[in-house]
């Protein structure tokens, strides 16, 4: 009987521990940020490198999504006639919706791997040591230039995964099904509001740069300094920011929902 | 002149395992002071609570006569300006190339022009005989030429303190030789105080003045080379003479072998 219970409020007490740690990390990666506004170039190496990484990624499954809305949407709008209302689906399947949650999906497995992986193996190597007996701080030089770059690389990206979305649902839609060119930008463009569809999107996609950027880099900087270590924190990198993600979409969408 | 550093009344555990109990040791300014013992005997520890990197549960560790205090990171990362650490295994930046990871500390404390920094950087390489290396990265040279860039990077400015965990570990013959011989010659260069953490007893013998010998978190013995060649204390004795038995047991702790053997195997 006993077992349960102990396990149960060891798991509690590790949590909370955890989730204390975390926020202190993130406080001190917050407090680090003015200093980084005297070398921005740091952040900017980093804005191009990550941004890199998930570029080819984003782009090519923008398209796919793209092409998936094109057809499920022209099959639901067709037995309702509306057809035309395809460019309107899918602007804003993508914009609302589609476009920040997947990009920060594929980002976490992209980027954010590979941010775990090199924190960790950087204190693996004990470069992050190295560096704080040169009297620098690992988490102003290494990781905030990285988390502010995640935070934001992942709007753009969402940008770009959304824009190429809605050319993937037009080659579908309008070249190759053969719906009115015309009906289907004039729609877009009537019904998609800036503020509501497109400022909304882009504020949940920079909280996911926030929580998946943050996931990533904790991860790797409280990473066992051992092969299996930073293999299982790259592991629970994806884990956790993929469900992070999911849960914040649904908590930002009820927000958002007037 | 007082010491550069002073351990009084040391003690540290890991948990419950103590590493380190009552310490008391002196690094004087200008000398090369070796930490000797086995593996696993605190040695790198030493070098950590110098560093401030861990806090020690009792006792003071004194730098440049203020007490090392972990938890005060500024005061931390004001004493490390003074300090070097050769790390290991290098500890160098892999994503960086040799000039860039010994520049590194210099664009990161000074204002210096890129054309000084330059010349700073290839005169350090220079003292480390690696200066044509310069544009390689970190995995395109062997480990005791990573080990000697790390020796540039950690004299990049000039330190007070120089601390070497392991410098000879894994070494061939000649870089071990390159190496002693490096470490003894900048410290006297740059007039600084060295603390070399080995276990390499020929090497450490021909540069250090002085030498501690620490088995079980304790200091056992301390003198100068000579002293402790003619030692005769039992642990110092095995440990110079290279003993497979002596105090330090060959085997494991734990229960004996016609024990084991009795037990059968565990159903």
């Given at each position: 009987m006993m077992g349960p219970i102990s396990a149960l409020g060891r798991w509690v007490r590790e949590s909370v521990t955890n989730a204390g740690f975390a926020t202190r990390t993130f406080l001190a990666l917050l407090a680090t940020t003015p200093g980084l506004l005297r070398r921005p170039r740091l952040v900017t190496d980093q804005v191009h490198f990550i941004g890199n990484y998930s570029l080819v990624i984003i782009g090519v499954s923008g398209l796919f999504v793209g092409f998936v809305l094109g057809l499920q949407g022209y099959y639901t709008l067709n037995r309702y006639g509306s057809e035309e209302a395809l460019g309107l689906l899918v602007a804003l399947s993508l914009t609302r919706e589609l476009g920040p949650v997947v990009t920060a999906l594929l980002f976490a497995g992209r980027a954010g791997t590979s941010l775990t992986a090199e924190i960790g193996l950087m204190k693996a190597g004990e470069q992050l040591a190295a560096m704080e007996m040169m009297a620098v701080n690992p988490l102003q030089r290494v990781v905030a230039p990285r988390f502010w770059a995640g935070v934001i690389a992942m709007p753009l990206l969402a940008a770009i995964f959304s824009a190429v979305g809605v050319v993937g649902g037009y080659i579908v839609g309008?070249?190759?099904?053969?719906?009115?060119e015309g009906a289907f930008w004039s729609q877009m463009q009537a019904g998609v509001d800036v503020w509501k569809d497109i400022a909304n999107g882009v504020i949940k996609s920079v909280v996911f740069g926030f929580a998946v950027t943050f996931t990533a880099l904790f991860q790797g900087y409280e990473a066992q300094p051992t092969p299996e270590g930073v293999a299982r924190a790259t592991t629970r990198t994806v884990v956790i920011a993929s469900l992070t993600v999911l849960w914040l979409d649904f908590l930002l969408t009820a927000l958002m929902f007037d | 002149m007082p010491n550069l550093v002073d351990i009084s009344d040391l003690h540290f555990s890991y948990g419950a395992r103590p590493?380190?109990?009552g310490l008391e040791m002196e690094f004087p300014r200008g000398k090369v002071v070796a930490v000797m013992g086995g593996s696993g005997s605190g040695k790198t520890t030493i070098l950590r609570l110098i560093g401030g990197q861990i806090t020690a549960q009792k006792g003071t560790v004194r730098f440049d006569g203020r007490i090392v205090n972990a938890r005060d990171s500024a005061l931390m990362y004001d004493m490390r300006r003074k300090m070097g650490m050769l790390f290991q295994h290098g500890?160098?930046?892999?994503?960086?190339t040799v000039f860039e990871n010994v520049a590194f500390p210099l664009r990161e404390h000074t204002r210096l022009p890129e054309e000084l920094i330059r010349d700073l950087v290839l005169l350090k390489l220079h003292a480390v005989g690696l200066r044509n290396a310069a544009h390689l990265k970190p995995a395109e040279i062997s480990g005791g030429m990573a080990r000697r860039v790390a020796l540039a990077r950690a004299i990049a400015l000039d330190p007070q303190l120089i601390m070497y965990d392991?410098?000879?570990?894994?070494?061939?013959p000649i870089s071990m030789g390159v190496a002693a011989n490096l470490i003894r010659r900048l410290n006297d260069a740059l007039g600084s105080t060295s603390i070399v953490v080995s276990h390499d007893v020929h090497e450490t013998f021909l540069i250090a003045d002085y030498v501690y010998f620490l088995s079980q978190g304790r200091i056992v013995a301390h003198g100068t080379p000579q002293q402790m060649r003619a030692s005769e204390d039992p642990y110092v004795k095995q440990f110079v003479h290279a003993e497979?038995?002596?105090?330090?047991?060959?085997h494991y702790p734990g229960r004996a072998l016609a024990d084991d053997l009795m037990r059968g195997v565990p159903q």
């Open positions: 309008v070249l190759m099904i053969g719906v009115d | 590493i380190l109990a500890a160098l930046f892999t994503d960086l392991e410098p000879f570990a894994g070494l061939d497979a038995d002596g105090p330090v047991p060959f």
